[in-house]
């Protein structure tokens, strides 16, 4: 990366910047979780690959700069992980994977109690730009950590209720009172109250959804199997549609956990 950047390197490195590199980072990170949903391991190397090119990326841009070096990056990542498993290396008893999650969250705490002290909220270090249904858990985890939260989950099943009957109310009204932003907003709220539900079934969102993506692939793609190929798939019917979908449904199902 230090040759690429050089004043007689590479065009297109020399060019990026911290901001220009981010999005090429979200892409990488999807492809490496697509490669081990695939289960393709030579791909999931490359990938990893690609990740770390980013990581070199960015430490040599700060190394430029005189922020820091991928050393300090290393010697940093590692310190932390000695420091938040004091069960491995400083006789700190965690019998189950419980016991080491309360153990980080309670170090983790005690680190930023210096950097909370500038802070104005304690949702403030939760990044904004982050994929919202990532940023919708953190807050909701952070929010529960003071004890705002549900209970349980037969109050989260109440709320998306309630929250279904105000998105459907909202679509109910007339056309010339009917708000794009207020629909909105109350799908907001139901994906909001989702992704929490989630949270209190251990469940994480992102994966679900990715799983249910993955199967709603398979079954289109036996649909368009069955009707020869996808162009023919416009000229059925809803009702023979709707057929094709349950013949993929049988044929794509995944039999029971044993």
């Known amino acids: ?11 297109w490195d020399r060019e990026q910047t911290f901001d220009s590199i981010k999005r090429h980072t979200l892409e990488e990170t999807y492809e490496v979780f697509d490669a081990i949903e695939r289960r393709a ?15 070199l990326f960015y430490a040599q841009m700060a190394s430029e700069a005189g922020y820091f070096t991928i050393d ?19 006789g700190v008893q965690a ?38 249904m990532l940023e919708a858990g953190k807050l909701g985890s952070r929010a529960a950590k003071v004890g705002f939260d549900w209970p349980n989950t037969d109050g989260l099943f109440d709320k998306l209720q309630e929250e279904i009957v105000e998105l459907q109310a909202e679509l109910s009204r007339p056309a010339e009172s009917k708000s794009t ?6 799908l907001g709220d139901l994906l909001f109250t989702a992704v929490n ?14 799983s249910t993506n993955a199967k709603f692939r398979r ?6 199997s069955a009707a020869g190929h996808s162009d023919a798939l416009a000229a059925l019917t809803p009702s023979q549609l709707e057929i094709l979908w349950c013949q993929a449904k049988d044929a794509t199902s995944e039999p029971p956990a044993p």
Do not use: Y
């Open 95 to 132: 019998t189950d994977s419980d016991a080491v999650l309360r153990n980080w969250e309670q170090i983790k705490q005690a680190e930023k109690q210096t950097a909370a002290k500038s802070q104005s909220s304690m949702l403030d270090d939760i990044p904004r730009t982050m994929p919202a």
């Open 219 to 224: 079954r289109f793609e036996a649909m368009e």
């Open 181 to 186: 932003s207020a629909i909105e907003a109350e």
């Open 1 to 11: 990366m230090a040759r690429l950047r050089a004043p007689d390197g590479c065009p």
């Open 197 to 210: 539900l989630a949270r209190h079934l251990k469940v994480d969102p992102e994966s679900a959804l990715r």
């Open 72 to 90: 300090d990056v290393a010697a940093n990542l590692n310190a932390k992980l000695i420091r938040r498993h004091p069960h491995i290396f400083a």
């Open 41 to 55: 391991w030579p791909d999931l190397k490359d990938e990893l690959g690609d990740l770390l090119l980013q990581v």
